[in-house]
């Protein structure tokens, strides 16, 4: 947990709503990046990192990336090895608080890299962001067709997270290849919730 946080949660330093790089040079810039500096990613970079996938950014909760029905079943989590002020380890985001939940200590990296078929950079990269999901939530309402929309707003989320990484100058990649069963078991994730992408994130080498 950050230096002097409860167990109640790390509160997240407030989102910036605006910043030096336009959307449009964002998305010119956008890469896929598989090497990372050894710096440390700072607080405020995770924290705008976590907001651009899945803050609440309107009335009623709306959330930076669309879900089909507003019902939102994608959990997000930050697996941090080398965050400015936050002991490294597994943790829940909470968009309505923005804050982070410890969910499991120590510097978890490594057991994700080797998860993710001996992908080194996850291991490399200060930490990764997990996008996860609850199916149940879209196929409550829309059945079948939550196997199609549920994957969109991973992809949704995913863009919105590689864009602000090149606004705040560092990068990220989205890895689909890995082992669900030994990605849940390093996140301790419950049984309904899917692991469904990895966004290491860090300052490119």
Do not use: C
Request: glycine share 10%; charged share 20%.
């Amino acid at each position: 947990m950050a230096e002097g946080a409860n167990d109640a949660g790390v509160p997240l330093p407030e989102p910036r709503l605006e910043g030096d790089t336009s959307v449009e040079r964002a998305i010119a810039k956008r890469r896929s990046v598989r090497e990372y500096a050894s710096d440390p990613l700072s607080l405020a970079a995770a924290s705008q990192l976590l907001w651009a996938a899945q803050g609440v950014t309107g009335p009623g909760g709306l959330r930076a990336a669309p879900s089909a029905g507003a019902l939102y079943p994608l959990e997000l989590y930050l697996v941090a090895g080398a965050v400015e002020g936050l002991r490294p380890g597994v943790y829940h985001y909470e968009p309505g608080r923005h804050r982070l939940v410890a969910q499991v200590a120590g510097d978890r990296r490594s057991a994700l890299a080797d998860a993710a078929l001996a992908q080194a950079w996850i291991a490399e990269a200060p930490a990764t962001l997990v996008v996860a999901a609850v199916p149940a939530r879209t196929a409550g309402k829309y059945g079948p067709r939550a196997a199609r929309f549920v994957p969109m707003e991973v992809g949704l989320a995913a863009e919105n997270v590689g864009l602000q990484a090149v606004a705040l100058g560092l990068g990220s990649v989205v890895v689909g290849a890995f082992d669900d069963g030994r990605v849940r078991r390093v996140l301790d994730l419950d049984p309904e919730v899917e692991p469904l992408a990895l966004l290491p994130v860090g300052r490119p080498r």
